[in-house]
DNA sequence: TCCTTGACTCAGA
DNA sequence: CTCTGAGCCAAGG
């Protein structure tokens, strides 16, 4: 419930964990990055979805189903954020066992492990709106 | 009623 | 590179 919440919190988790479930082992993701591909409400000015996303994920992500892989999903700075219950040796040893390697400041690389959804995945599922002909797709900006 | 507390992120120092 | 503060808000003690 922190700072705000979707209009449709229910909703917003769904897309969160449909994501999520797409996280390839070995791979991660921020919450900010996730946020990205999912469609901001209609009358939300673009600017302030940005600012707050990515809580909206986190929010979600607390209470995230035990069998969609939660521990791919980390922050923007490549650390893990424990999972309340669970603690921060929990979510690295899972992602270690799937060959993640952390650096000595307990940090991911995205260049090497970042994950981003092909195009076809997001338009199948809904998260994007299909491309407007042979016009330039509107993906999203990495970080 | 007031104060604390959230799986966040980014710019600036 | 690390550390702070702002942005923002609802629920519980």
Redesign the pocket.
């Known amino acids: 419930?922190?700072?705000?919440?979707p209009p449709n919190p229910k909703n917003y988790a769904a897309k969160v964990y449909e994501l999520v479930r797409a996280i390839p082992a070995g791979r991660v993701m921020?919450?900010?990055?996730i946020a990205v591909f999912i469609l901001p409400p209609l009358e939300m000015d673009p600017g302030?979805y940005l600012?707050?996303s990515?809580?909206w994920?986190?929010?979600a992500?607390?209470n995230?189903p035990d069998d969609a892989p939660?521990?791919r999903?980390?922050?923007?700075?490549g650390k893990?954020?424990?999972?309340?219950g669970y603690g921060p040796m929990m979510?690295r040893s899972l992602l270690e066992q799937e060959g993640v390697i952390f650096d000595d400041?307990e940090r991911v690389d995205f260049e090497q492990y970042g994950w981003v959804p092909e195009r076809a995945w997001l338009v199948e599922h809904g998260f994007v709106a299909p491309p407007p002909e042979d016009d330039e797709p509107p993906q999203p900006a990495l970080?």
């Open positions: 419930m922190p700072f705000s919440s921020a919450y900010g990055h302030q600012r707050l990515p809580r994920v986190g929010q992500m607390a995230c939660w521990q999903v980390i922050n923007s700075q893990v954020s424990p999972r309340p979510q400041k970080f």
